[in-house]
Each structure stands twice: as C-alpha cells, then as structure tokens.
Nanobody, 128 residues
C-alpha cells in the first residue's frame, strides 16, 4: 500500500512561483516512475509532468515546458514540482501519482490509467 500526500499549494500572483511536494509512504517509491497531474473545475485531469524512478528522464506537457520542473529525492521518498512563471490558466487541483508498473513507456507517461496510486491533491490558484 502506498499513501501520497501533496503540499505546497496556495495563492500565487501571475509570474510568481510555487513548489509542490508529494510525500510518499512505503518502500517502493524509488522503484517507480511518478507523475503530476492537474484538474480544473469542470475539466478532465490533465498530465503535467513525469519522472522516471531514477530521476534520469523527465517529461512535460507542452503547456508547462520551460516553466515547471519535476524532481525527486528517493532518500526522502518525496516528489517535487517547481512551478515558475505561473499563469492564471495554471489554476487547478494538483495531484501526484505513482506509476502502475516499474517500466512506464515514455509514450504512456501522460495516461491517467498508467497510475494506480493518487494523492488527494493540493490547490493552486494563480490570480492577481
């Protein structure tokens, strides 16, 4: 069993920054790819970023590329999302998720069903 708990959300001004964290319980955190997704009211859950088990490869949605950075600290069982140059359209509930399989093909990193454990989310609001 894995428990994921996000934190770090809040209110930010356009152009500002926030850093999200996702604390994971269990011994398997370091063995699996992890991802960040977001969901705005009335919209589907969208892929934001993903990272391989080692941190050696990262993947981003086009909408956040160059502004967001995903990272992980396997010694601390923690996943991060550094969000810079925030825009109002980044407003959403942000979720971290653990991949279902040890190997997650790069072409599948954005697929919701490839993840089997989810946190409850942390709200990010970007507004002046």
């Amino acid at each position: 069993q894995v428990e994921l708990v996000e934190s770090g959300g809040g209110l930010a001004q356009p152009g500002g920054s926030l850093r999200l964290s996702c604390a994971a319980s269990g011994r398997t955190f370091s063995s699996y790819a992890m991802g960040w997704f977001r969901q705005a009211p009335g919209k589907e859950r969208d892929f934001v970023a993903a990272i391989t088990w080692s941190g050696g490869s990262t993947y981003y949605a086009d909408s956040v590329k160059g502004r967001f950075t995903i990272s992980r600290d396997n010694a601390k069982n923690t996943l991060y999302l550094q969000m810079d140059s925030l825009k109002p359209e980044d407003t959403a509930l942000y979720y971290c998720a653990k991949a279902r399989s040890v190997f997650l093909p790069p072409g599948r990193v954005g697929v919701v069903s490839e993840y089997n454990y989810w946190g409850r989310g942390t709200q990010v609001t970007v507004s002046s």
